[in-house]
């Protein structure tokens, strides 16, 4: 995994560098998959004869949702391995989420030797039943068809306050309320998106960018 450091307002060390290689294999235990880890240490100073203040910020990128993590302190060492405790537990709780997922998955189940459904309160109709309905020797009454407008096709809406947050919290929150997709506002851009599910435990990102309204549309 490779790591990039990078100081504002504060020298790097070689034996801060150091310490961040080691820091960084005990990141790569916990995410295997991640290819490349981004640390960031920022000095603020202050006027008024405070001490001034380490920021260490970290990036894991690869294959698979980034996760950040921060931390600030009197000490730039000291930051740093809160900020690696905070990140390493983002880590664990995810690969936890993952392994829970595995033994544990949402929704149906279909068993084919007995063709049940299980985790569902559904039982399948019969072979006979479905060739009935299908050549109409047993007709589908809703007792909606006299209604004006009445259609077969049902569209379901919510609506929801708008939430400002960073893509991982996003992840986060869609996890915790166990949908495969979560709406937000990012807070980076103001862009309304949306975080769903890939294959396997891969995440992804949908933005809208556009401004205003297309000519043709407002027209």
């Known amino acids: 995994m490779e790591t990039s450091i990078v100081g504002v307002g504060v020298g790097i060390s070689d034996r801060f560098r150091s310490v961040v290689e080691e820091k960084a294999t005990r990141i790569a235990t916990?995410?295997?998959?991640?290819?490349?880890?981004d640390i960031k240490v920022t000095h603020r100073a202050y006027r008024n004869g405070r001490p001034g203040d380490e920021t260490v910020e970290l990036t894991?990128?690869?294959?698979?949702?980034?996760?950040?993590?921060?931390?600030?302190?009197?000490?730039?060492?000291?930051?740093?391995?809160?900020?690696?405790?905070?990140?390493?537990?983002?880590?664990?709780?995810?690969?936890?989420k993952r392994v829970d997922a595995r033994?544990?998955?949402?929704?149906?189940?279909?068993?084919?030797?007995?063709?049940?459904?299980q985790g569902i309160d559904l039982q399948p109709a019969s072979a006979d039943v479905l060739r009935?309905?299908?050549?109409?020797?047993?007709?589908?009454?809703?007792?909606?068809?006299?209604?004006?407008?009445?259609?077969?096709?049902?569209?379901?809406?919510?609506?929801?306050?708008?939430?400002?947050?960073?893509v991982e919290e996003a992840v986060d929150r869609m996890e915790l309320?166990?949908?495969?997709?979560f709406l937000f506002i990012d807070v980076r851009t103001d862009h309304p998106s949306v975080v769903y599910r890939r294959k396997g435990w891969d995440y992804g990102v949908i933005s809208l960018t556009t401004q205003a309204q297309p000519e043709e549309l407002a027209s």
């Open 30 to 37: 916990l995410a295997p998959r991640a290819q490349r880890v």
């Open 60 to 96: 894991v990128d690869g294959k698979g949702p980034v996760v950040r993590a921060e931390a600030t302190d009197g000490d730039k060492f000291t930051a740093l391995d809160l900020a690696v405790d905070k990140l390493c537990e983002q880590l664990r709780r995810a690969k936890d």
């Open 103 to 117: 033994n544990h998955p949402r929704g149906a189940k279909y068993e084919k030797g007995s063709g049940a459904i």
């Open 132 to 166: 009935a309905v299908a050549t109409g020797e047993i007709p589908i009454i809703t007792g909606n068809e006299d209604e004006e407008g009445y259609s077969p096709v049902v569209i379901r809406t919510k609506e929801f306050q708008p939430e400002w947050m960073a």
């Open 177 to 181: 309320v166990g949908h495969d997709f």
